[in-house]
């Protein structure tokens, strides 16, 4: 059963760095056609892709936060983390993980999100 | 960027009709990156079509995609209770790997 998991705080002060943790199971990052990416939904608004990291440490941002997030991996841990720097209001949200495989070419399994809010 | 436009925003509909939903790409998209997504209330995305036209394991043949270059449906033959929801498509094909902003099915 593959599943994965966000982890991080719930609130953040504006101009802080959020740090999440996706930890997952199932699957290994290290499998050739495999990555794990991060999506964004602000209340009541649509998906938002932020991040992808691919089994060969390959990496995409949005390039509207492309200088403000980063996106690593820690294959032994089963763990991607996804930094975002100088937080604002406007990035409260709740924040997926999900999995990547090349065997679909889309998100094909994704972790029950987590609410962060940024307020002061 | 590749901007993915889906229409109509929202649709009322009954259980039992016949639907399809529109995703419009700025420029072509390979079939093979086109997937959609069902999202319900409080809960994460499930992936309900890849490849434009492939059904994910163990969704309900009522759901078939379609579509080619900038344009792609999808379709839900009979409207189930539990299909009631808002649905998403979204391209692998160039990076940033985009969502639409996504219909809202309701009952009507």
């Known amino acids: 059963q593959i599943t994965l998991k966000e982890s991080g705080p719930t609130l953040v002060k504006p101009t802080q760095t959020l740090t999440l943790t996706c930890t997952f199971s199932?699957?290994?990052?290290?499998?050739?056609?495999?990555?794990v990416g991060w999506i964004r939904q602000p209340p009541g608004k649509a998906l938002e892709w932020l991040a992808l990291i691919y089994w060969d440490d390959d990496k995409r941002y949005s390039p509207s936060l492309k200088s403000r997030l980063t996106i690593t991996k820690d294959t032994s841990k089963n763990q991607v983390v996804l930094t975002m720097t100088n937080m604002d209001p406007v990035d409260t949200a709740t924040y997926f993980c999900a999995r990547f495989t090349y065997y679909y070419y889309a998100t094909d399994v994704w972790g029950q999100g987590t609410t962060v809010t940024v307020s002061s | 960027e590749i901007v993915l436009t889906q229409s109509p925003g929202t649709l009322s509909l009954s259980p039992g009709e016949r639907v399809t939903l529109s995703c419009r790409a700025s420029q072509s998209v390979s079939a093979s990156y086109l997937a959609w997504y069902q999202q319900k209330p409080g809960q994460a995305p499930r992936l309900l079509i890849y490849g434009a036209s492939s059904r994910a394991t163990g969704i309900p043949d009522r759901f078939s995609g379609s579509g080619s270059g900038t344009d792609f449906t999808l379709t839900i033959s009979r409207l189930e209770p539990e299909d009631f929801a808002v649905y998403y498509c979204?391209?692998?094909?160039?990076?940033?790997?985009?969502f639409g902003q996504g219909t809202k099915l309701e009952i009507k």
């Open positions: 979204q391209q692998y094909g160039s990076s940033p790997y985009t």
């Open positions: 199932g699957f290994s990052l290290s499998t050739s056609g495999v990555g």
